[in-house]
């Protein structure tokens, strides 16, 4: 059992992959969650301990709530959960809302809203001081995109990750005297595989120019922001939403 145990959601890769490894070097034992890649999680784990720290890897797709009750049910085996980074989230292929099917909206809220809510309602239920927990941080991944609407691209993901903005406001003050802050992170354009999984696999170097400081930022950029957020560095600190943009999210 350790004093401070952090579940970050979709952690084999990106930015929830740079995320499990600061963090462990934090002191927080992590639980790399991953949907499907396995080795990537793998990777992560075998990192961390190479480095000293302790991790685990548990597979849960967050769109699936036995599968969210189950995560939580395996952190619960290492300690008091301490943390959670709602960081699991998805893009999909290029489209006007006119062209959207329901499977894909269904898609794009399951995993990047309602897991999100799912997750923080679990973790809440562990950390609230009204739940006899002893409080904790929560740190939502939104987007740039909240703010820029995606047109043409994807406005779907960037709806979701509006609902994220307002879902770190209004949570943050539900919990605020009860131990737990809420916080949210707002990234640009971040290089990871995310835009592949879109189907736009050179969005980074096509959009680099056009940036305000003319390049992408790094998950470990973005990770630092989050690291900065669940520490104690941040104890004033709730219901801001932090973007993590290089000025994209500022632009006119
Ligand atoms: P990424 O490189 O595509 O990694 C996505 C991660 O989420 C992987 O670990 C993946 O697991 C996991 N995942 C996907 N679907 C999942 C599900 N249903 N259940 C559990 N885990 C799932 O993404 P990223 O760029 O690091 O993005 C991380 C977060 O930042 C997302 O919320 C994204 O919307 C946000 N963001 C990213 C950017 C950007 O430019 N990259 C910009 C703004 C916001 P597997 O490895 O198993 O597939």
Known sequence: MTDQVLIVTGGSRGIGASVC???????????????GNKTAADAVVADIEAAGGKAVAVQADVSREADILALFNAADELGQLTGLV????????????????AERLTRMFSINVVGSFLCAREAIKRMSTRHGGSGGGIVNLGSAGSKLGSPSQYVDYASSKGAIDTMTVGLALEVADEGIRVNAVRPGIIDTELHASGGLPDRVAQLQSKLPMKRAGSADEVAEAIIWLLSESSSYTTGAILDVSGGRSILP
């Open 86 to 101: 709602n960081n699991a989230g998805v893009v999909d292929f290029s489209q006007r809302v006119d062209e959207m099917t």
């Open 21 to 35: 490894r600061k963090a462990s070097v934090f002191g927080h034992t992590v639980i790399v969650n991953y949907a």
